[in-house]
């Protein structure tokens, strides 16, 4: 489990290609002594497990492995050596809960559309898959590239959300562009009341 608080801006140091299937190996200022090899660390809203760990000039790095199922789900498989991610570590029972509950697993991936400034702040309008846009409500959360972030509001399949500086500059929404792709969570919370509700008939 996560909450969508990004913590660290990893780069991918390199791509390897194994069958179907990608190697990541990704460059951090995680020290490598806090990483476990088999947990858990989201990278850009992507639940990957560590499976190697070292030391760089700057900080740390970690291996995961992405499957094929994963690769054609999300952003991951447009990436390559020197794309940046958002990085969060699992989280701690007695961790603050700062942004929402977020599982890493993503469930669409959507497009930017819309960029527009609005004061300091960064308006972002979002293309969500037509499946996924029952699931979004206005002032409700949503996860984009692994950040909990508010829905302004939402018109059909596309939402808006708001980027303050900050949010900028700790995370890769300071280079974000139209027509880029993003990996989306719906709240967890409104995908398992809709499932009631569907098993009820209502």
Not at 100 to 126: F, K, N, P, Q, Y
Not at 133 to 157: P, W, Y
Request: glycine share 14%; proline share 1%; with cysteine.
């Amino acid at each position: 489990m996560f909450t969508g608080i990004i913590t660290s801006v990893g780069e991918i140091a390199a791509a390897e290609r194994r069958g179907d299937d990608l190697r990541l190996r990704i460059a951090c200022d995680y020290r490598p002594e806090s990483l476990v090899i088999g947990a858990s660390v989201a990278c850009s809203g992507v639940c990957l497990t560590v499976t190697d760990k070292g030391a760089h000039e700057r900080g740390g790095w970690f291996a995961a492995d992405v499957s094929h199922e994963t690769l054609t789900k999300t952003t991951l498989g447009g990436l390559g050596a020197g794309d940046r991610l958002n990085l969060e570590r699992a989280l701690k029972v007695g961790d603050e809960l700062g942004g929402h509950i977020v599982t890493g697993h993503v469930d669409g991936v959507g497009e930017i559309v819309g960029l527009a400034d609005d004061g300091e702040s960064l308006r972002v309008t979002v293309a969500a898959p037509a499946a996924l846009a029952r699931f979004i409500a206005a002032k409700g959360s949503v996860t984009m590239d692994g950040a909990s972030l508010t829905v302004n509001e939402v018109e059909g399949a596309r939402f808006g959300v708001n980027l303050i500086p900050h949010t900028r500059a700790a995370t890769t929404f300071g280079a974000l562009r139209l027509g880029q792709t993003v990996n989306l969570e719906i709240d967890v919370l409104v995908r398992y009341v809709a499932r009631l509700k569907e098993a009820e008939g209502l």
